[in-house]
C-alpha cells in the first residue's frame, strides 16, 4: 500500500505501522493486536516535528514485527503489542534519561563541534571521536596538541565556505557538514538517490534450509511458549553510536542473543555505551592486527561466530567492512542455514554520498531540518535549531529491527539471505513527508510541556527500571513495547568492554 506523500500529513500512528507493515510485506492481520495508547494528531514534543508520531510508530513496528515472529515460529496468533506514546518518547531520549550510581548523563558532545560560521552561512561540526577531532583541526590549519579552543574553530570556519569546508573536511578524516535549506538539499544530486521508504530488504543468496525447519524458522532454538519473542535468535554487532545498537538493542529486548563486537584499536564512547549495550554480551576482536603473533585469529573468530548467526548487524561506514573481506555477500556465501545482513548507514546505498560517513546531527543539519526548524520556532534563531531528541537515530535503530524480522519472515518462508537497508537520510525523508506543525504550534502546544522537555527526575517512575551493571548501578528508561506473555526486556546488563567469550549461549540443533 503506497500513500503519495501529502496524504501522510493527516496520519496517526497506527496509520504509520499499517503503511510501513504493508511496505514489509508482513501478514496484515498482526495489525489488530496492536495497541497505540495516546495515537493522536498534535504536538507531543517541542518541536515543529512529528516526533511523537515517528516515535511510537518506529517502536510499534519493530515491536509486532518481533510478535509475528514470535507467533510463527509456535505456530499461534499474533500476541497484544501495546506502546504508549509517551513511553515510546521517554525511549527515544533513553541514553538522556539514565543515571549511573545516581549522577547524571555524561555531556555527549565533544568540546570543539556544533554550529560554527562560515563565510556563507554555517557548518557544523562532529568531535566526538579523536579522529574526526584531529582531522577538523588538521582541515583548519590549527594545532592538533589539545590547545585549540572552541573559539580558534570559530575564528579559523569564518575563512572558509561552508561547502568547501564540507568537501576537505570529509576528504581528510573529519566529519562536518554544511548547513543548508531543504531547496538547498533538494538540489543535491543525493537527495533523489535516497530511496523515499525508509526501509529496504534485498535477497542476496540462498540456504540450504537449516535455519528454516518448522518450529525453528527463524533460529536453530525456538522460543518456548510465553517465553521472549526471538529468543535463540543469535545476533552479531558491529556498530557504534546510536541508531545500529538501538537495533541490537531492540531485539536483545525481545530475547536474541547479541554479541556486541568492538575493536581494541577504536575510541569507545561510554556515556553512550552505558544505554545502547544494554541487552548485550561483549567482546572485543581486532580485524586489523595482521603483525601479532597468531595475525588474523580475531577475524577467523568473527568469521565462526558469523558462519552460525542469524543476523549480522554493522554500522560502520559503507565499504569499510566489505573491504576487510565481510561483504554481505561474502558473509552469505560462508552461512549455509541464510543470514540477515542489516546496514546502517547515514545517506543509504545509493548516490554520490552513498559512501559518506555521518551522524543524526549532521543529516539534521545538511538536509534543512535544523533550518525549517528555526524558521517554525521564530524569536531569534540564528537560522538553525535541532530537534529535541536524536530523533533519526532512535527510529531507524526500530526500523532496522523492524526490518531484519521482516527478513526473517522471508527466509523462513522461501530462505535465502537477505540484506536491509536503513539510512538516516531516509528516516528523514519519512519525517518530512509527515508534514510539520503550523508555525510555533508544535512548541506551544507539545502536551502543555511547552518548549523544554522533562528531565528524568519529572518523569513518570514507572517508565524506568533500577538494575545493578558492570559500573554501579543503573536507573534506565524500561523498553517502551509490552507484548502479552512475552515480556520484553533485557536479561543482561552493560559491562566494560570484551568482558564475554566469543560463543553463542544456545547450541545450535
Known sequence: MAHPDKLRTEYTAKDFVREVWAQLDLPSSALDALSLPGDEQGPAVPSSFKIGLLAQGAIATSALAAASVYAARNERSVPKVIVPLHHALAEFRSERLYRLNGEPTPHLWGPLGGLHPTRDGHIRIHDNFPNHQQGILRVLGLPQDGSATREDVTKATREWNKVDLETAALENGACAYALRSYEEWDALPQAPAIDPFPISIRRIGDSDGTATAPRSSVAATPPRDGDKCLRGLRVLELSRVIAAPVAGRTLAAHGADVLWVTSPKLPALPALDIDTSRGKRTIQLDLDDDDAEGAGKDKETLLELATTCDVFIQGYRPGSLAARGLSPEALASRNPGGIVVGNMSA???????????????????????????????????????????????????????????????????????????????????????????????????????????????????????????????????????????????????????????????????
Not at 386 to 393: H, V, Y
Open 347 to 509: 545517506f543509504g546505498p545509493k548516490g554520490p554520498w552513498a559512501g559518506r560517513r555521518g551522524f543524526d546531527s549532521l543529516v539534521q543539519t545538511c538536509s534543512g531540518m535544523n533550518m525549517s526548524e528555526a524558521a517554525h520556532y521564530g524569536a531569534g534563531e540564528e537560522g538553525a535549531r535541532p530537534t529535541p531528541c536524536q530523533a533519526l537515530d532512535h527510529a531507524a535503530g526500530y526500523f532496522l529491527a523492524a526490518g531484519i524480522c521482516a527478513a526473517l519472515h522471508r527466509r523462513a518462508a522461501d530462505g535465502g539471505s537477505y540484506v536491509v537497508d536503513v539510512s538516516l537520510a531516509g528516516v528523514m525523508i519519512y519525517l518530512r513527508s509527515l508534514g510539520q506543525y503550523e508555525g510555533r504550534s508544535g512548541f506551544e502546544g507539545a502536551g502543555g510541556g511547552g518548549v523544554d522537555l522533562p528531565s528524568a527526575v519529572e518523569m513518570d517512575p514507572g517508565l524506568f527500571e533500577t538494575r545493578r551493571t558492570g559500573f554501579g548501578e543503573l536507573r534506565g528508561v524500561r523498553h517502551s513495547a509490552a507484548v502479552d506473555g512475552c515480556a520484553p526486556g533485557w536479561d543482561e546488563m552493560p559491562r566494560p568492554l570484551g568482558s564475554d567469550s566469543p560463543v553463542w549461549l544456545l547450541p545450535r540443533n
